[in-house]
């Protein structure tokens, strides 16, 4: 299983990114896959996962509205659309692979950072 992440970046608040997600090693139509970030000093934290085969999306409440989870199944890539970007969304943003939904994940990537500043 492998999972590379992209699309990181230096944006000021407000700004908008598109994270991807490359996938290989494994079925992906078959699994979810969550976004989880990480801000520096803390925890892990689980964003969003959608079910495979471009099924339901769920989403921790904080980022509702302003972050949208897609998959390309075709291509084997997950998507993480991130608008209206605050400092606090600040972290290293990871892909999971998610055995069940809501962070229950047994591979990682490398992460991509997104840092917000002025």
């Known amino acids: 299983v492998q999972l590379v992440e992209s699309g990181g970046g230096l944006v000021q608040p407000g700004g908008s990114l598109r994270l991807s997600c490359a996938a290989s090693g494994f079925t992906f139509s078959s699994y979810y896959m969550s976004w989880v970030r990480q801000a520096p000093g803390k925890g892990l934290e689980w964003v969003s996962d959608?079910?495979?085969?471009?099924?339901?999306?769920n989403y921790v409440d904080f980022v509702k509205g302003r972050f949208t989870i897609s998959r390309d199944d075709a291509k084997s890539t997950l998507y993480l659309q991130i608008n209206s970007l605050k400092p606090e969304d600040t972290a290293l943003y990871y892909c999971?692979?998610?055995?069940?939904?809501?962070?229950?994940?047994?591979?990682w990537g490398q992460g991509t950072q997104v840092t917000v500043s002025s």
């Open positions: 999971a692979r998610d055995l069940a939904g809501r962070g229950e994940c047994d591979y």
């Open positions: 959608m079910a495979g085969d471009g099924g339901r999306t």
